[in-house]
T-cell receptor
Framework: GAVVSQHPSWVICKSGTSVKIECRSL??????MFWYRQFPKQSLMLMAT?????????EQGVEKDKFLINHASLTLSTLTVTSAHPEDSSFYIC??????????FGQGTRLTVV | SQQGEEDPQALSIQEGENATMNCSYK?????LQWYRQNSGRGLVHLIL?????REKHSGRLRVTLDTSKKSSSLLITASRAADTASYFC????????????FGTGTRLQVTL
C-alpha cells in the first residue's frame, strides 16, 4: 500500500517559536495532501487542503497566517505553526492519496508548546 | 459542523465477543470509510464502502451502510486484545475524494 511519512513524531517548543512539520508521500505523487488536527480523546478535524504549486485551502476558523502550508513538490507538504502558543498543543496528522477515496495517513506529530 | 457522530463513545468487551460500532453522518456521501487509531498513532485504513453498496466484508470486519438513514455500522467479530483502539468513520461527499470528514470515534477496549 501507499506510504505517507510524517516528521517529526513529536516536538516540544517554547511559546513564540515556530515549528515545521513535514509530510511526505514515499511511493506515490500527491498533488493534494490534507492536514488534520486532533485534540486528546477527540476526532480529527480538517485544517487545510495542501495543493501542489498553489495556495492551500483552509477550513473555516483556521488561521492561515498561523498555520503556513507549503506544497512545493509532488511528494512533500509542510505545515509550519508560527508563533506557537500552548493552545496550539495538539496532534497534527497529514494524509494523501495516490488516487481515489482511500486516504493514507502519516504517523502524526505530537506538538507540545511550553 | 459536518462531523458525524459515533456511538457508543466507548465500548468494553471481552476477547472473543463481537463489537459493533455505529456511525451517523449529516450529508450525502460518495464513500464511507472506517479507520483505526492506536493511542497516539496514525490512522490505519480498514475498509471502504461506496454509497451504492449496502454491505462489505473484510476478514473479521463487516460494514453496513444505510444511506436512507445516513448511518453505517462496523462489526468486529471474535475480537482480540489487539483490536483495542479507537475506531473512526469518515465520509467524503464530493470534490476531492480523499478529503474526509470524521466521526467522533468509538474507543474499544478488549480485555482478556
Amino acid at each position: 500500500g501507499a506510504v505517507v511519512s510524517q516528521h517529526p513524531s513529536w516536538v516540544i517548543c517554547k511559546s513564540g517559536t515556530s515549528v515545521k512539520i513535514e509530510c511526505r508521500s514515499l511511493d506515490f505523487q500527491a498533488t493534494t495532501m490534507f492536514w488534520y488536527r486532533q485534540f486528546p480523546k477527540q476526532s480529527l478535524m480538517l485544517m487545510a487542503t495542501s495543493n501542489e504549486g498553489s495556495k492551500a485551502t483552509y477550513e473555516q476558523g483556521v488561521e492561515k497566517d498561523k498555520f503556513l502550508i507549503n506544497h512545493a513538490s509532488l511528494t512533500l507538504s509542510t505545515l509550519t505553526v508560527t508563533s506557537a502558543h500552548p493552545e496550539d498543543s495538539s496532534f497534527y496528522i497529514c494524509s494523501a492519496s495516490p488516487g481515489g477515496a482511500k486516504a493514507f495517513f502519516g504517523q502524526g506529530t505530537r506538538l507540545t508548546v511550553v | 459542523s459536518q462531523q458525524g457522530e459515533e456511538d457508543p463513545q466507548a465500548l468494553s468487551i471481552q476477547e472473543g465477543e463481537n463489537a459493533t460500532m455505529n456511525c451517523s453522518y449529516k450529508t450525502s456521501i460518495n464513500n464511507l470509510q472506517w479507520y483505526r487509531q492506536n493511542s497516539g498513532r496514525g490512522l490505519v485504513h480498514l475498509i471502504l464502502i461506496r454509497s451504492n453498496e449496502r454491505e462489505k466484508h473484510s476478514g473479521r470486519l463487516r460494514v453496513t451502510l444505510d444511506t436512507s438513514k445516513k448511518s453505517s455500522s462496523l462489526l468486529i467479530t471474535a475480537s482480540r486484545a489487539a483490536d483495542t483502539a479507537s475506531y473512526f468513520c469518515a465520509t467524503d461527499w464530493g470534490g476531492t475524494a480523499s478529503k474526509l470528514t470524521f466521526g467522533t470515534g468509538t474507543r474499544l477496549q478488549v480485555t482478556l
